[in-house]
Protein backbone atom coordinates (compact mmCIF):
# COMPACT_ATOMS: atom_id res chain seq x y z
CA UNK A 1 0.00 0.00 0.00
CA UNK A 2 1.57 3.25 -1.34
CA UNK A 3 1.34 6.76 0.52
CA UNK A 4 -1.76 7.96 -1.10
CA UNK A 5 -3.64 5.36 0.06
CA UNK A 6 -2.81 6.12 3.71
CA UNK A 7 -3.48 9.64 2.79
CA UNK A 8 -6.67 8.92 1.52
CA UNK A 9 -7.76 6.90 4.81
CA UNK A 10 -6.06 9.27 7.08
CA UNK A 11 -8.51 12.04 5.51
CA UNK A 12 -11.60 9.18 5.06
CA UNK A 13 -11.51 8.61 9.20
CA UNK A 14 -10.93 12.44 10.27
CA UNK A 15 -14.12 13.03 8.35
CA UNK A 16 -15.72 10.91 10.40
CA UNK A 17 -14.63 11.11 13.69
CA UNK A 18 -16.61 12.83 16.39
CA UNK A 19 -15.05 16.20 17.86
CA UNK A 20 -16.33 17.86 20.84
CA UNK A 21 -17.04 21.91 21.18
CA UNK A 22 -18.03 23.91 23.72
CA UNK A 23 -21.76 24.39 21.82
CA UNK A 24 -22.11 20.69 21.86
CA UNK A 25 -25.40 19.64 24.30
CA UNK A 26 -24.42 17.27 27.09
CA UNK A 27 -26.78 14.61 24.98
CA UNK A 28 -23.88 15.64 21.74
CA UNK A 29 -21.15 15.24 23.80
CA UNK A 30 -22.05 11.38 25.63
CA UNK A 31 -22.72 10.21 21.98
CA UNK A 32 -19.42 11.28 20.62
CA UNK A 33 -17.72 9.52 24.12
CA UNK A 34 -20.08 6.65 22.72
CA UNK A 35 -18.00 6.82 19.46
CA UNK A 36 -14.58 7.90 20.61
CA UNK A 37 -13.10 5.80 23.43
CA UNK A 38 -10.49 8.73 24.42
CA UNK A 39 -12.67 10.86 25.23
CA UNK A 40 -12.60 10.54 28.99
CA UNK A 41 -14.94 10.96 31.44
CA UNK A 42 -15.60 11.43 35.41
CA UNK A 43 -18.77 9.95 37.06
CA UNK A 44 -20.26 10.35 40.78
CA UNK A 45 -23.22 8.03 41.67
CA UNK A 46 -24.54 7.45 45.54
CA UNK A 47 -27.48 5.84 46.57
CA UNK A 48 -29.15 5.24 50.07
CA UNK A 49 -32.26 3.65 51.84
CA UNK A 50 -33.35 2.07 54.68
CA UNK A 51 -31.79 -1.58 53.54
CA UNK A 52 -28.37 -0.60 52.15
CA UNK A 53 -26.01 2.22 50.86
CA UNK A 54 -24.31 1.95 47.18
CA UNK A 55 -21.65 3.74 45.79
CA UNK A 56 -19.93 4.07 42.56
CA UNK A 57 -16.58 7.02 41.68
CA UNK A 58 -15.45 6.63 37.96
CA UNK A 59 -12.55 8.30 36.61
CA UNK A 60 -11.38 9.02 33.14
CA UNK A 61 -14.12 6.15 32.40
CA UNK A 62 -11.69 3.41 33.32
CA UNK A 63 -10.91 3.67 37.00
CA UNK A 64 -14.03 2.54 39.34
CA UNK A 65 -14.45 2.59 43.13
CA UNK A 66 -17.05 0.57 44.35
CA UNK A 67 -18.63 1.63 47.56
CA UNK A 68 -15.39 3.61 48.33
CA UNK A 69 -13.47 0.41 49.58
CA UNK A 70 -13.03 -1.76 45.90
CA UNK A 71 -11.26 -0.58 43.14
CA UNK A 72 -12.39 -1.89 39.60
CA UNK A 73 -11.05 -2.59 36.52
CA UNK A 74 -13.29 -1.28 33.80
CA UNK A 75 -13.40 -2.74 30.56
CA UNK A 76 -14.36 -1.23 27.43
CA UNK A 77 -17.31 -2.75 27.19
CA UNK A 78 -17.79 -1.17 30.57
CA UNK A 79 -17.12 2.00 29.50
CA UNK A 80 -19.82 1.56 26.68
CA UNK A 81 -22.15 0.41 28.60
CA UNK A 82 -22.46 3.33 31.59
CA UNK A 83 -22.39 6.23 28.47
CA UNK A 84 -24.74 4.33 26.56
CA UNK A 85 -27.36 4.03 30.03
CA UNK A 86 -27.01 7.78 30.90
CA UNK A 87 -27.55 8.69 26.98
CA UNK A 88 -30.94 5.83 26.42
CA UNK A 89 -32.10 7.48 30.07
CA UNK A 90 -32.25 10.62 28.44
CA UNK A 91 -30.16 11.80 31.52
CA UNK A 92 -29.14 14.66 29.88
CA UNK A 93 -32.99 16.13 30.09
CA UNK A 94 -33.24 14.69 33.96
CA UNK A 95 -34.50 17.68 36.79
CA UNK A 96 -31.64 19.22 38.62
CA UNK A 97 -34.04 17.85 41.83
CA UNK A 98 -36.40 15.35 42.43
CA UNK A 99 -39.22 14.86 45.28
CA UNK A 100 -38.73 18.85 46.20
CA UNK A 101 -41.63 20.25 48.64
CA UNK A 102 -43.36 23.73 48.85
CA UNK A 103 -41.59 25.24 52.04
CA UNK A 104 -43.18 27.78 53.47
CA UNK A 105 -42.49 31.13 53.58
CA UNK A 106 -38.19 32.05 55.07
CA UNK A 107 -38.24 28.10 55.60
CA UNK A 108 -34.73 27.22 55.87
CA UNK A 109 -34.35 24.01 55.84
CA UNK A 110 -31.25 21.88 54.37
CA UNK A 111 -31.70 20.00 51.76
CA UNK A 112 -31.44 16.00 52.22
CA UNK A 113 -30.47 13.70 49.18
CA UNK A 114 -30.67 10.04 49.18
CA UNK A 115 -29.28 9.15 45.47
CA UNK A 116 -27.27 11.41 43.21
CA UNK A 117 -25.76 11.17 39.76
CA UNK A 118 -23.33 13.55 38.43
CA UNK A 119 -21.32 13.13 35.11
CA UNK A 120 -18.14 15.35 33.92
CA UNK A 121 -17.58 14.88 30.23
CA UNK A 122 -15.74 17.19 27.85
CA UNK A 123 -17.21 20.72 28.11
CA UNK A 124 -20.49 19.73 29.89
CA UNK A 125 -21.52 18.75 33.39
CA UNK A 126 -24.37 17.57 35.48
CA UNK A 127 -26.16 16.56 38.85
CA UNK A 128 -29.24 15.21 39.14
CA UNK A 129 -30.44 14.30 42.95
CA UNK A 130 -33.08 12.61 44.58
CA UNK A 131 -34.91 14.13 47.97
CA UNK A 132 -35.94 12.26 50.93
CA UNK A 133 -39.24 11.71 51.49
CA UNK A 134 -40.10 13.47 48.13
CA UNK A 135 -42.04 11.46 45.58
CA UNK A 136 -39.39 9.22 43.94
CA UNK A 137 -38.24 9.31 40.37
CA UNK A 138 -38.43 6.14 38.75
CA UNK A 139 -36.02 7.12 36.05
CA UNK A 140 -33.72 8.83 38.19
CA UNK A 141 -33.24 5.86 40.70
CA UNK A 142 -33.60 3.45 38.13
CA UNK A 143 -30.64 4.64 36.22
CA UNK A 144 -28.29 4.97 39.01
CA UNK A 145 -28.94 1.39 40.47
CA UNK A 146 -28.31 0.40 36.39
CA UNK A 147 -24.74 2.00 36.85
CA UNK A 148 -23.48 0.74 39.92
CA UNK A 149 -24.86 -2.58 38.77
CA UNK A 150 -22.17 -2.14 36.10
CA UNK A 151 -19.10 -1.76 38.21
CA UNK A 152 -20.71 -4.06 41.08
CA UNK A 153 -20.34 -6.94 38.66
CA UNK A 154 -16.79 -6.82 39.15
CA UNK A 155 -16.56 -6.72 42.96
CA UNK A 156 -15.02 -10.24 43.50
CA UNK A 157 -12.21 -9.34 41.37
CA UNK A 158 -11.46 -5.38 42.87
CA UNK A 159 -8.91 -4.33 44.86
CA UNK A 160 -9.10 -3.81 48.45
CA UNK A 161 -6.99 -2.75 51.24
CA UNK A 162 -5.77 -3.33 54.88
CA UNK A 163 -4.88 -0.05 56.15
CA UNK A 164 -3.78 3.45 55.02
CA UNK A 165 -0.51 2.16 54.89
CA UNK A 166 -1.16 -1.06 52.59
CA UNK A 167 -3.24 1.52 50.70
CA UNK A 168 0.14 3.96 50.30
CA UNK A 169 2.28 0.87 49.47
CA UNK A 170 -0.19 0.06 46.04
CA UNK A 171 0.05 2.63 45.10
CA UNK A 172 3.31 3.62 45.14
CA UNK A 173 3.68 0.13 43.41
CA UNK A 174 1.40 1.47 41.20
CA UNK A 175 -1.18 -1.73 41.81
CA UNK A 176 -3.84 0.84 43.08
CA UNK A 177 -4.73 3.88 40.30
CA UNK A 178 -3.04 7.16 41.66
CA UNK A 179 -7.00 8.76 41.59
CA UNK A 180 -8.14 6.78 44.46
CA UNK A 181 -5.58 8.98 46.38
CA UNK A 182 -7.61 11.58 48.17
CA UNK A 183 -5.43 14.09 49.94
CA UNK A 184 -6.27 17.70 51.61
CA UNK A 185 -3.94 19.96 53.01
CA UNK A 186 -5.40 23.34 54.31
CA UNK A 187 -2.38 25.75 55.64
CA UNK A 188 -3.38 29.36 57.71
CA UNK A 189 -0.33 31.43 59.37
CA UNK A 190 -0.40 32.68 62.14
CA UNK A 191 -0.65 36.33 61.36
CA UNK A 192 -3.93 35.48 59.56
CA UNK A 193 -2.31 36.44 56.20
CA UNK A 194 -3.22 34.34 53.34
CA UNK A 195 -2.73 30.70 53.35
CA UNK A 196 -4.14 27.91 50.88
CA UNK A 197 -5.88 24.48 50.03
CA UNK A 198 -3.78 21.90 48.42
CA UNK A 199 -6.06 19.03 47.16
CA UNK A 200 -5.60 15.52 45.19
CA UNK A 201 -8.34 13.96 44.42
CA UNK A 202 -9.89 12.11 41.41
CA UNK A 203 -6.37 12.20 39.80
CA UNK A 204 -6.15 15.62 39.40
CA UNK A 205 -3.78 18.28 41.53
CA UNK A 206 -5.28 21.46 42.80
CA UNK A 207 -4.34 24.87 44.78
CA UNK A 208 -6.07 27.70 45.77
CA UNK A 209 -5.29 30.40 48.00
CA UNK A 210 -7.65 30.82 51.32
CA UNK A 211 -8.01 33.29 54.15
CA UNK A 212 -11.33 32.25 56.48
CA UNK A 213 -14.04 34.70 55.91
CA UNK A 214 -12.24 36.96 53.49
CA UNK A 215 -10.75 34.90 50.76
CA UNK A 216 -11.53 31.82 48.42
CA UNK A 217 -9.32 31.98 45.72
CA UNK A 218 -10.43 30.08 42.35
CA UNK A 219 -8.49 26.37 41.89
CA UNK A 220 -5.17 26.35 40.11
CA UNK A 221 -5.93 22.34 38.75
CA UNK A 222 -3.84 20.16 36.83
CA UNK A 223 -3.86 16.36 36.04
CA UNK A 224 -1.71 14.21 38.72
CA UNK A 225 0.95 13.68 36.99
CA UNK A 226 3.11 10.91 37.74
CA UNK A 227 6.18 13.00 39.39
CA UNK A 228 3.72 14.57 42.32
CA UNK A 229 1.79 11.85 42.85
CA UNK A 230 5.18 9.70 43.58
CA UNK A 231 6.45 12.60 45.80
CA UNK A 232 2.95 13.05 48.20
CA UNK A 233 3.16 9.10 48.20
CA UNK A 234 6.55 9.09 49.58
CA UNK A 235 6.27 11.93 52.06
CA UNK A 236 3.06 10.14 53.50
CA UNK A 237 5.11 6.86 54.22
CA UNK A 238 8.56 8.74 55.10
CA UNK A 239 6.53 10.42 57.83
CA UNK A 240 4.40 6.99 58.63
CA UNK A 241 1.18 9.65 58.47
CA UNK A 242 -0.80 6.84 60.02
CA UNK A 243 0.96 6.60 62.76
CA UNK A 244 1.09 10.39 63.61
CA UNK A 245 -0.83 11.93 66.65
CA UNK A 246 -4.31 13.31 66.42
CA UNK A 247 -3.33 16.59 67.31
CA UNK A 248 0.12 18.21 66.95
CA UNK A 249 1.70 21.75 68.15
CA UNK A 250 2.57 24.35 65.18
CA UNK A 251 2.51 28.07 63.88
CA UNK A 252 -1.28 28.97 62.47
CA UNK A 253 -3.26 25.82 61.65
CA UNK A 254 -2.83 22.67 59.39
CA UNK A 255 -5.06 20.44 58.89
CA UNK A 256 -4.16 17.13 56.89
CA UNK A 257 -6.76 14.76 55.65
CA UNK A 258 -5.48 11.39 53.42
CA UNK A 259 -7.78 8.93 52.02
CA UNK A 260 -7.28 5.60 50.64
CA UNK A 261 -10.19 3.44 49.56
CA UNK A 262 -12.05 3.82 52.88
CA UNK A 263 -8.99 4.03 55.10
CA UNK A 264 -8.11 8.13 56.51
CA UNK A 265 -6.26 9.68 59.07
CA UNK A 266 -6.70 12.83 59.73
CA UNK A 267 -4.00 15.39 61.68
CA UNK A 268 -4.70 19.21 62.95
CA UNK A 269 -1.60 21.16 64.31
CA UNK A 270 -2.21 24.48 65.72
CA UNK A 271 -0.35 26.56 67.93
CA UNK A 272 -2.26 26.38 71.14
CA UNK A 273 -2.16 22.42 70.97
CA UNK A 274 0.19 20.77 73.16
CA UNK A 275 3.54 20.11 72.09
CA UNK A 276 3.93 15.92 70.85
CA UNK A 277 6.40 13.99 71.14
CA UNK A 278 9.59 15.04 69.02
CA UNK A 279 9.45 12.48 66.83
CA UNK A 280 6.04 12.72 65.72
CA UNK A 281 6.66 16.87 65.43
CA UNK A 282 9.89 16.91 63.02
CA UNK A 283 8.35 13.84 61.05
CA UNK A 284 4.93 16.42 60.76
CA UNK A 285 7.10 19.01 60.00
CA UNK A 286 9.23 17.86 57.51
CA UNK A 287 5.84 15.90 55.83
CA UNK A 288 3.70 19.42 55.69
CA UNK A 289 7.05 21.03 54.04
CA UNK A 290 7.08 18.28 51.00
CA UNK A 291 3.50 18.65 50.22
CA UNK A 292 3.39 22.27 50.06
CA UNK A 293 5.56 22.79 47.63
CA UNK A 294 3.40 20.34 45.63
CA UNK A 295 2.82 20.19 42.79
CA UNK A 296 5.47 23.37 41.74
CA UNK A 297 8.48 20.66 42.72
CA UNK A 298 7.49 18.47 39.71
CA UNK A 299 7.32 21.44 37.49
CA UNK A 300 10.11 21.17 34.45
Known amino acids: MNALFFNALATLLAAVSFSVSGSDSLDDVIQAAINDAEIPFQLEVSCANAQRRRSLAVYRGRVGVLNRTHQVTLS??????????????????????????????????????????HLEIATQEKTSVQLFDGAPSTSLLGLADALIDVAAAHQDAGLQITSLADGLVKLSDTVLAPEVLELRLVRLPEDASLGFILRIE?????????????TVGDPTAQTLDACT?????????????????????????????????????????????????????????????QLEDLPASCTP
Not at 90 to 107: C, I, L, N, P
Not at 202 to 214: F, K, L, N, T
Request: with cysteine; aromatic share 6%; hydrophobic share 35%.
Open 229 to 289: SQKAIDALREASVWDLPRNLQRDGTTELDISVLGQKKSVIARSSYRHADDAAQIQFEELVS
Open 202 to 214: GGDVSRQAYAPGD
Open 76 to 117: ADDRLTLLQLLHDAGFSSFEARYGEKKKATKEEAPLRVSCRV
